[in-house]
Structure formats: structure tokens, C-alpha cells
């Protein structure tokens, strides 16, 4: 149980496109959803929380009209990336919290490389 | 604030011995502790928590981690390393003061030789 997939696992596109990418847990709701960025040989670093039916939570120095985050459900919530630029490069992984208490353990998709060229 | 840190960013171990895996935290209240491990190009998987009660606790694939509160640490362990436990590893402290992030450490990758 409680698994989360996200979607795309690669995807290339062209500086100046958007790309969007979704994490849905498949078998239990999430209250809330994580999203972060990895970049290589580092940490994972918080871009943003996002919770059903509210504007999600931006950490200091990600910008929110860049990085476009809707929690339409208590399934899915997806990341756009939109005008990207080959800074944008780098893994994104979300991860799903079930809500049920503050003491519980994440369930994180697969994660999603973008490749900007 | 909340912090967690791992501070060894490699830890070679040959097959067959005993591994250690690093962190320390510093908390303000109850400490809600994780290890997550990640493999090439995947998400992270959850080990184990320490939450409340018995200082040893017990994981998954044979992990095991040890909350020691007097050295604020939290380290994980295997009693007998094997080559696919070669991944990255992560500690993690959930945020208690009202956003209940998760703050992870900066990751310790694990190569076990065989």
C-alpha cells in the first residue's frame, strides 16, 4: 500500500516550453503533498507544500509563478514548469503524506528528470 | 530550528561487516526522526521512524537505527552489509512547530564492496 507514481520519469523539452508533471497517489488521499528538487549529488531541497483545495506554500526563493503547483484532488497534485530554462534542469520528486497523524512517513514517487536543451 | 546532519558524505563498508550511517539532530521538543534510502534515479524509500518509545527501532530490509537522546543522534545500522544496500541515504526530522515539514540531512551514500 500507499503508493505514489509520478509522471513523467524523463522528459526533454525545449527552453522557453512548459512541462507538467503529475504525482498521484493511487491508493489512499493525501492532505498533503511535498514537492522537492535534487540536483546532483545533493540534498533535496523544498519547493513547496501543497494541500487539496488551497494555494500551495512556496519556500523562500522558489518562485510561484514559475513554478506552477495545483492539488486538484486528494490524488493529485502536479508541478508545471513553465518557460523553462536549462537552470530548470534537475530531478523533482513529490511526496504524499496521508495526513493521518504529524508523526508519519512520507511516500514519494519516482521522481521526474527534466531535461531542458 | 530544526536541523538534521549526516556528517559523512561516503561510507565504504565490505560485504559481510557491520555499517553505520550517521545523524544528528537538533530539535526543539519531542524529536519525529526518518531514514529514507534512494536509489540511481528513483525516489526515496522509507526505513524507519523513531517516534516515541524503544530507543532501538527496527526497519526495513534489516535496518535498524538507535535514538540516543543524550548525543542527540540517530544512527542507522546493519548488522551484516550487503552490495545492493549500496544507495544514498537520508535522515530526516519532521517539523513540529506548525508546518510539519520534513527537514532532511544532506545524504550519506553507502558502497558496499563485495
Known amino acids: 500500500g500507499a503508493v505514489v507514481s509520478q509522471h513523467p520519469s524523463w522528459v526533454i523539452c525545449k527552453s522557453g516550453t512548459s512541462v507538467k508533471i503529475e504525482c498521484r497517489s493511487l491508493d489512499f488521499q493525501a492532505t498533503t503533498m511535498f514537492w522537492y528538487r535534487q540536483f546532483p549529488k545533493q540534498s533535496l531541497m523544498l519547493m513547496a507544500t501543497s494541500n487539496e483545495g488551497s494555494k500551495a506554500t512556496y519556500e523562500q526563493g522558489v518562485e510561484k509563478d514559475k513554478f506552477l503547483i495545483n492539488h486538484a484532488s486528494l490524488t493529485l497534485s502536479t508541478l508545471t514548469v513553465t518557460s523553462a530554462h536549462p537552470e530548470d534542469s534537475s530531478f523533482y520528486i513529490c511526496?504524499?503524506?496521508?495526513?493521518?497523524?504529524?508523526?508519519?512517513?512520507?511516500?514519494f514517487g519516482e521522481g521526474s528528470r527534466l531535461t531542458v536543451l | 530550528a530544526q536541523s538534521v546532519a549526516q556528517p559523512e558524505d561516503q561510507v565504504n563498508v565490505a560485504e559481510g561487516n557491520p555499517l553505520t550511517v550517521k545523524c544528528t539532530y537538533s530539535?526543539?521538543?519531542?524529536?519525529?526522526l526518518f531514514w529514507y534510502v534512494q536509489y540511481p534515479n528513483r525516489g526515496l524509500q522509507f526505513l524507519l521512524k523513531?517516534?516515541?518509545?524503544?530507543?532501538l527501532v527496527k526497519g526495513s530490509y534489516g535496518f535498524e537505527a538507535e535514538f540516543n537522546k543524550s548525543q542527540t543522534s540517530f544512527h542507522l545500522k546493519k548488522p551484516s552489509a550487503l552490495v545492493s544496500d549500496s544507495a544514498l541515504y537520508f535522515c530526516a526530522v519532521r517539523d513540529q512547530s506548525g508546518t510539519y515539514k520534513y527537514i532532511f540531512g544532506t545524504g550519506t551514500r553507502l558502497k558496499v564492496l563485495a
Open positions: 511526496a504524499a503524506d496521508r495526513g493521518r497523524s504529524n508523526t508519519g512517513e512520507l511516500f
Open positions: 523513531y517516534i516515541t518509545g524503544d530507543n
Open positions: 530539535v526543539s521538543g519531542n524529536p519525529y
